[in-house]
């Protein structure tokens, strides 16, 4: 696929791992995972669903066939991410970014793609102060 975009999120929930989501997304009647990587609460990345494959993890403006997706297990409306998770979600966009040729604009948080009513990835995930450093090469 050619991926144009990495959709961010927060799994909106208090899971202890992707173990937990995985079943979740299973029980939905979903062959796997929705989104195509998870960043755990110590920071440990967690291949999802392969990058070949459409994701299911953002409906709205048809990304689920246009952007890779990529989450963090927690709830960023009550809490802020760990710094462990900002890391890994830092190193893991620069290395999506360059694979794919993916500018910074096409790095969105859920809530940004036009139609998607969510707040995801949450009011504590500063998608601002994320696009500034991936820009600053900080």
């Known amino acids: 696929m050619h991926w144009k975009y990495i959709i961010v999120h927060h799994t909106g929930a208090e899971e202890k791992n992707t173990a937990q ?3 979740y997304h299973r029980r939905l009647g979903w062959r796997d995972i929705g989104y195509h990587f998870v960043i755990e609460r110590d920071g440990i990345l ?3 669903r392969v990058q070949c ?5 953002c409906a709205a403006g ?3 066939g246009l952007a890779l997706g ?6 960023f409306e009550l809490r802020a991410p760990n710094p462990e998770q900002l890391a890994t979600l830092d190193s893991l966009l620069r290395r999506l970014m360059a694979e794919h040729r993916i500018s910074l ?3 969105l948080g859920h809530g940004e793609v036009n139609g998607a009513n969510t707040a995801c990835p ?8 994320l696009r500034e450093g991936l820009g600053n090469g900080s």
């Open 62 to 64: 048809n990304m689920n």
């Open 70 to 75: 990529v989450a963090l297990i927690g709830n």
């Open 53 to 57: 494959e459409r994701g299911a993890h």
């Open 122 to 129: 949450g009011r504590y995930l500063d998608l601002r102060a």
């Open 105 to 107: 604009t096409g790095v």
């Open 21 to 23: 989501i995985r079943n």
């Open 46 to 48: 967690v291949p999802g």
